[in-house]
Structure formats: structure tokens, C-alpha cells
């Protein structure tokens, strides 16, 4: 059963300094606001892992939260670069960014295999690209049968999974509306799964096929409405496609990054407070 | 209906080439414009696929990230994303995947990783993403990139996906590779028996030696090169509508979710 | 786009004799009218694919169209044995099967691999287990990571799966709703979908998260009401259990198993006057 | 209240044993109403899981198959089944495997397959269904089946799930095997190096010499023999509820769609 607890006592409690964290979410329902906790709760040398490093892990990248990072496309999406990425790779700053990179069908396989406690995930992958002479762990595996070379790519099983999701009822019992990515993959290949929710219910909507995390596989819950911005929740808010072309600018420059960080993340003392000093900001 | 420009007639053109019921493996920007074109004009069964996981979407605007909003609602269904990978692309279920890249050589192989060295680069771009999958199974791969000698380059810094490189008919590679380079300045296809990308069509009022400039190898003329047809005043009109509903609805403001 | 078809030309297109058949659905959606018309047009050979061979594969294995059975569980489900198919397999009646015997978790494994088209699919399975000493197909693959021994089978990509559904819209995407057991996952390994829908409709609900088969994965569509019976179809009609417990009366003697198969199968034209005659006998 | 049967006593001992908040793989027939009498009763916040992907099921008659339309209605979601035993069950996510077989051997090895020779059965029995991974991950099994000498047997025609046999700690077997034998004359436990089965509960009334007799092979009876309190009236009542509302329920004829 899990607990429902406020998002700094979450991260306190499940984020560790030097852990393996993986804040999933492809595109929607990112967890930005536990991502900015962990900001502000100062935590380093973390282990990140995630599909698309967008703007949640340029902003712990940049605040000097990570020594290394798995993940399959780091960007802006539809802007461009993500720079504080960029900068922790090319010039080593705030510290130097070790890299296990893949691509996404390698970390949707490694992630499935986590998910399944098997050791390696497979797949017919990693084919024309050079990739595999940068990154050891990405290996093969011979087909029993055919004799076939078959790509293989280590499990991924974070020491805590965060996610941001449309709603949980009081058992714990986490629900998702609308694209998922990765994300159900992910909580189940964690040992732990922190979920911040846009809402609490006393009973969810049937679900019949829909998208539930069992209350048993739910480590923690904060409630923590707005949770996802910039990002979206389906039938919440939209994503606010605006912020990520701003985001350009804003992370460009190693200072004006440290300043909006220190304002708007370390300067506030919860979520709710970030988004009021962001829309006094405006 | 104004004159048109190289993006319009490349977005156009690439736009054409998808015939109604191909399913579509849809990349962000130029790809996105192209597919969502042709839905919007001749191919209204055309199928786009999202590595978001959104099969048959059909959005009225064009999304700025591959995960937006509309893509889901409008859906015929969402699917975890490692399913849109093993069941849908690697099992040989897309017709065409698009791309794009920040370099292309003339064997159509492609690299969105690094300008420089991998380990000391000099410009670290996002990385593969989808794409190296997509470049080995989607059955035709069409590429939509503005022609440039930076980015049309005589050997890529690093390969990020797979083109005709040499042993990709042994490779495991299950889909025929790039068809089509789709430029600002004419159209590329592969030809000969290294499948070299040649200049193979020419768009109004541009001629081979402007293609031939853009591109950073002594690009090979195809021995028969098609001219393109002009864009159309339904396409254009199209395409218009389609970019003008897409910067209003990005223009409107997002309330934060106070 | 899938051609929509009379069930029997579905059939008699798509189902050819000693062909790889998956009839799937997993105690809800089993295409019952299917399987009856396969024993009507007189299907020999067939290799049939399923996890759960209940009546509709003792039909199909009474009436002779089997020669090779790759299951994990063949009984009636709450009743007790799936007489027929004990038959075939103690008696050789009315002519041998030969048994491809799995897990549920094996048949799962390979139906995922056979949809990914991954040439074996693996598990940490068949522990403790006499299986694999009598199916040699259960193999076994070392993780190129930890250097563990996986237990492996070969892939499941049968020539054609036939589902039961709810419902396809005008252009042939295919909504089911409620268990779907290996269903989708048998549908997309095999190389040819045939599908019995309960009903056309102009446009399928919104379905966001539900399990939608997009046209471009559906070969044929039959319209078939009451193609699941004895099965069920959620929110269109229940198990009829009560047939369930009748049926081991009816399949325990061979003469009186050919007696219905001749009177309610092969007596009638199509499912339509299969439960019209059904009716009449009650 | 009518003085109660031994397979009322069986299934409410089984039951007796689910603390609430438990996660159950539950089989049909006599687990699946051990699990849902305590469901009922004393462990609201037991989680059912059948294999047929229901996950928190909460029906309010017993189901006759495993995937009957109540299962799915009253769940918390339902999952594809590939999804239950390589996340769930293989994750180890599953604290409580119930099991019945037709054979058991005093290691609780069972046998659910074949009574003679594999290749030329006497009886050809369904076969392993779930039950072999299920009896290596679930975190411990619980064992539900009436004792006859010939279903206790001293040598199994075929072992389809390992209970304690030899060399189960380097199987790969994540689950601690069998924990509790439920029969309708008793409980039996592991114990010892080699946990061999031994008599550790007996029911009112019913002297551990019938459970001895009832086992085909010669049965230990362990240090501490735990004696059961008869099922108390709230549990009977539960119970025969539960089963009269199946009965009903089983009882209304279903129309033919037609």
C-alpha cells in the first residue's frame, strides 16, 4: 500500500544522492515538479535515466544533480538543443555527464526487460549505426534456433521510478489517460515508484483495459496538481508549447539558467509556490 | 494564391510521394508537414504513426512536440511506446519512415549525434531517438532535408543511422533503406549498384547546378532527371491553412495550471 | 485495408488445410462461429495454436480437422476434461495429435517474440518441470550480461489468427474491450488476421488507451452476431456456463459427439442456423 | 447454523490463512473460494489476481471459468496476459500462488498433467497452464486439494510445478515453494532439511489417523500439531452465501444471441 505523503517528503525519503532515477513520461505527463524537488532538495551524483532528456533533465543537469545519464534522445523537442545538456557534455559543466546512450527501441527493450526481471532485453536493433563502439553494455545474443545474432541491451531497473499521472483513489491505486511512453514499463522495472497525481478520488472511473498501476506496485504518492508543467495531463491542461520556446533562451546561458533556477526553483518552497513566482514572472 | 517558396514546394513534393493508405512512421517539423499535407489533400487514409504511441492520428494543427495533446485525442488508438517499436516498426508494419538529420552522405547514412568526436564532441546533438530503427525496418525510408554542404557532407561525423551502407543487405536490416532525399532543391534517389544518391528530379526554376552547390560531394546526375511539377493552388492552400491554424493555436496562451 | 467478408469466404480464403491456425481469446471472445465453419467446410491437418484449448478446439479436434496441438492448458474451464481432445491424444481418435506442450508463460513468450518477429521469445520458466524433457522446442539462451541460463522458445507466427470482437468501424479497425488473454499478441504474430466482429458501426467510440487492431494489422472482417456463444462477448452477452457443463455430457462418447457436430455444425448453413438449431433442440 | 462439512472447513482453513492486503494468484474451483470468503470476510484489501489479467478482481459470485464477465467488470484494470506473468508473477509481485493438482508428492511437487506415460497417457490431464511459474515466483503457494491416496502419492506420473524438489534454491526459482498443503482432513507443512510434508494442523473431530490414511505415503507428523478452530457462524454464513448466490447466478439461464 503505498503512502500518500507531500512531494518534498517523497523525494526526501526515496531519492538518495548517487541513485538510479528514472522520471518517465514521453512527451506527457512529465514530472516536472518532483524533478525541481530534487533540484531544491540539492540532490547529487544521481544516475538518470530516461528516453528523452528534454527539459526536466536540462534543468537537474544544469543545477548539477547527475554524474551520469542512460537515455536515447536528449532535445528541446520541436525547438532544438537541450543546452545544459549540451554543456555538460561538451565543456563539463556544472560537472561532466557520463554517457549510456541507446536508442528508443533499445531503452523500451532494456526497460521491458527490467519490467520482467529478465537480466537483457532484445531486439533487431543497433543495425547501421556506430553507436555500439561507443557504448559496451549494447552486446548480442545468438537465437537457440535460427543461429541469428540477435542486438541485446542490459535491464534497466532504476532504484526509484518517478512519474507524474491524471489521478490515484485512496488505496493508491494510480490511473493514466492518453500517451504513455514508457512510463507503465518503467514503474514496474523500479524498485521503488514515486507518483505525483493531479488529483485524489475516493474511486476511480472503471477502468475495464485502461492504464492502472496497482496500489501494490505504488511505493508513494504526492498530490501535486499542475504537477507536469510544462508538460501536460490529458484532460487537465495543455502542454504549454510556448514555455519549451522560451526554454531556448533561458537555458542558452549558463547564468540566466543558474538565475531562473535559483528564482524560480530553489527561491520557492514547493510546486505551488514555483508556478505563482513563474506567473508574477509573466 | 502568392508565388511559392523552397520550403513550400520541398513540403510539396515530399507531400506526393505518399500514397493514400501507407502507414507513416512521422518524425517532428518538415516529415510532420509533409504527412499531415497529404492526409489533408490526396491521401486521406494515409495512416501517421507517432512514437508516442498514437496510430492513426489526425491532428488538425500541426504539433510541436511528437506527443501533443491532439495526437492522442484524434488517435485511433495509443500503444505503449515499446509496442509502436517491436510490433509495429520492427515487425515490418510501416510502409514509409521519414527523417531528417543534421548530416546526410551520399549513401543516404545519417547522423544526429555529434559534429566531432563522440568522446570530446564539438556539438553534441539530441542522439538516435527512433531513428536507427526506423532507417533499418521501415520498408522505404523517405528523407526530407534542406540541402546544404554542411549538412549534405562527403562523410558523416558520426553514423547515427543506416543508409546503403556497405553489408546492409546482411545486416538484419529489414526494410529497403532511403528511396528518396527529399531537399529544398531537387530530389535525390539512390542509384547504380552502390545505391549513390543522384540528383533525380528538378523543381520549377531551379536548376541542377543549384543542387549540385548545395550538396558537399560532386553530387551524380540521375540519367533521367523528372521535373516537379509546380504546387498546385489546392496544395498551396492547403498548406497555408495548415501552417496558419498551426502558429495560431501555438500562439494562444497556456494558463499555468495555478 | 481488410476485405469484409462472409464468414465463409473468410474461411475458405484464409484458413487452407494443414495450415498454422491461432484461434484466440482467452475464455471471453473465443471465436466459436469461426471454428464451426472451419469443421463445416472440412479443414484436415490443420496445426492448431492456442493457449487454452477448450471446446472450440475439442470441436475442431473431434471433428477431425487437427494434426499437431501447440497448447499449455486444454480442459474445460470449471468443468473438467476436454473429452475429445483426450481422446485424440490417448485413443488416436479419429486420428492422432501430436502435442507441442508449453506454459502459460511460454506460450505468452513466444506469441510477444512471434509478434515482434524476434525469432524465440524467453522467460524464467519450466523450473521444476518435466516439459522440456518431452518437447524439445523448450530451449534455453545464456544472458550475454550475467552469463544466467533463460529458459527460450521458438517464436508463434501461425499462417492465420482468428479473433472474436466487439466491434469494427466501416474502415476495419477492430475494438475490443475487456480480457483479451495473448489475443492481440497472437493476432499480431501471425502473418494473416481474420476477425468476427459482434457489429459494424460508422466510427468505433474514442478510444484512447483501449485496444484498438488498426486496419493495416486486419486481413478479413466477418460480421458475425453471436460469434463468440458459448464464449461471451462483454456487453453484448454472457458465458453461457450452463452449455460449458453440458458440453462434457455431450463430448464424453464419440457417437454422440458426431451426432451434434452433423446435426448443429455441419447440418447447417452458417452460424445463424447453427443457433437456430441450437434453440430448437433446447 | 447447521454443523459444517470438511470442505467447509477446508476452504475456510485456506482462507483463514490470507491477511488482508495480500496479493493472491487465485486458480478456479477451491482457491478461487478460499480467496473470495476472505475477501468477503476478514481481508477486504486482499487483491485477487486471475491469469486471465483481471487484476483486483471483486466478484460477487464465484466465477465458473477463470475469465468470466464479473472478473473484468469489478477490477481494478485488466492487463494483457502476457503482461501478468512476466510483470507480475516472474517480477515477483505476487505474495500468495494458489494450486490445486491432480497428484502431489510428499515434497509438494505436482502433477496436473498426465496420469501414466507422457507419450501414451492413460488419463491426458489439462496440463500446466500457469501453475509451473507460479509455483517457481509467487513469494510463497498455498496448496488446496482433497487427500485421497491417490491423489497423495508417493511418485508423481509427471511433475508439472516443483514444489521443495532437489536443487530448488539454484533453479532460478524466485518463491519460497509451497508453504501449506489445505486438505479436507488437515494441513500439512514442510519441515525439515528436505521439507518433506508433515501433518501440522488437524480440524475439529477429525484425528490426524485419517490424514494419514487419506495420504498415499507414509505421513510425518510434525513436532506441534496446531489444532483448528471450527469455522465460526460468521464465516459459514459467508460462505454458504457466497456459494447459494453462485448457484443462482449459474442457475439463470442464458439466452442464446441470436
Known amino acids: 500500500m503505498p503512502k500518500f505523503l507531500a512531494l518534498r517528503d517523497a523525494i526526501r525519503d526515496h531519492v ?267 | 494564391m502568392s508565388a511559392w517558396t523552397r520550403d513550400e514546394m520541398m513540403t510539396i513534393a515530399a507531400a506526393r510521394l505518399l500514397a493514400d493508405g501507407m502507414v507513416c512512421f512521422v518524425g517532428i517539423g518538415l516529415p510532420g508537414a509533409a504527412c499531415n499535407l497529404a492526409r489533408l489533400t490526396h491521401a486521406p487514409g494515409l495512416v501517421l504513426i507517432y512514437e508516442s504511441g498514437t496510430i492513426g492520428t489526425r491532428p488538425s494543427v500541426l504539433p510541436l512536440s511528437i506527443g501533443d495533446g491532439e495526437l492522442a485525442e484524434t488517435a485511433t488508438c495509443v500503444v505503449p511506446l515499446p509496442e509502436i517499436f517491436s510490433d509495429y516498426l520492427q515487425a515490418g508494419r510501416i510502409d514509409v519512415g521519414f527523417l531528417g538529420a543534421a548530416q546526410i552522405d551520399r549513401f543516404g547514412n545519417l547522423n544526429s549525434t555529434v559534429i566531432g568526436d563522440y568522446a570530446k564532441p564539438r556539438t553534441r546533438l539530441p542522439g538516435a531517438g527512433g531513428a536507427t530503427e526506423i532507417a533499418a525496418h521501415a520498408r522505404e525510408v523517405f528523407i526530407v532535408m534542406k540541402a546544404t554542404p554542411r549538412s549534405f557532407v562527403p562523410r558523416l561525423d558520426f553514423q547515427t543511422s543506416g543508409g546503403h551502407f556497405p553489408g546492409r543487405a546482411v545486416s538484419g536490416a529489414t526494410g529497403s533503406g532511403p528511396a528518396v532525399v527529399v531537399t529544398d532543391v531537387g530530389m535525390l534517389r539512390p542509384q547504380g549498384p552502390r545505391n549513390e544518391l543522384a540528383l533525380a528530379a528538378t523543381y520549377p526554376g531551379i536548376p541542377a547546378q543549384e543542387a549540385v552547390a548545395a550538396v558537399g560531394w560532386p553530387l551524380a546526375i540521375a540519367s533521367t532527371v523528372e521535373s516537379i511539377a509546380p504546387p498546385a493552388a489546392a496544395e498551396l492552400e492547403a498548406l497555408r491553412a495548415l501552417e496558419a491554424r498551426t502558429a495560431a493555436a501555438h500562439r494562444e496562451p497556456v494558463r499555468l495550471p495555478l
Open chain 1, 16 to 282: 538518495a544522492d548517487g541513485a538510479c532515477v528514472a522520471l518517465e513520461g514521453f512527451t506527457h505527463l512529465i514530472p516536472f515538479a518532483a524533478g525541481n524537488e530534487i533540484i531544491r532538495q540539492g540532490r547529487q551524483q544521481l544516475h538518470l535515466v530516461r528516453m528523452t532528456p528534454d527539459l526536466i533533465y536540462d534543468q537537474m543537469i544544469g543545477a548539477g544533480c547527475a554524474r551520469r545519464l542512460t537515455f536515447s534522445w536528449g532535445g528541446n523537442p520541436g525547438v532544438g538543443s537541450a543546452h545544459r545538456i549540451r554543456d555538460a557534455v561538451e565543456q563539463g559543466w556544472p560537472r561532466p555527464l557520463e554517457l549510456d546512450e541507446h536508442t528508443h527501441a533499445g531503452m523500451a527493450a532494456a526497460y521491458r526487460a527490467g519490467a520482467a526481471r529478465l537480466p537483457f532485453g532484445m531486439l533487431r536493433g543497433y543495425i547501421g549505426t556506430d553507436l555500439p563502439q561507443h557504448n559496451a553494455r549494447i552486446g548480442s545474443v545468438r537465437c537457440p534456433y535460427t543461429g541469428e545474432e540477435i542486438a541485446a541491451v542490459p535491464a534497466l531497473n532504476p532504484d526509484v521510478a518517478i512519474l507524474h499521472a491524471q489521478r490515484a483513489d485512496r488505496r493508491g491505486n494510480v490511473a493514466i489517460t492518453g500517451i504513455t511512453g514508457a512510463a507503465r514499463e518503467a514503474a514496474l522495472a523500479a524498485a521503488k515508484l514515486v507518483v505525483t497525481v493531479e488529483e485524489v478520488v475516493e474511486e476511480l472511473p472503471p477502468a475495464m483495459n485502461g492504464i492502472v498501476l496497482p496500489h501494490f506496485v505504488v511505493t508513494a504518492i504526492a498530490h501535486c496538481p499542475g504537477g507536469a508543467w510544462p508538460s501536460y495531463a490529458q484532460g487537465h491542461y495543455a502542454r504549454d508549447n510556448g514555455f519549451y520556446r522560451r526554454w531556448d533562451a533561458i537555458a542558452r546561458d549558463r547564468a540566466q539558467f543558474t538565475a531562473w533556477i535559483d528564482r524560480h526553483v530553489r527561491g520557492t518552497a514547493d510546486h505551488h509556490a514555483f508556478l505563482a513566482s513563474l506567473r508574477l514572472a509573466a
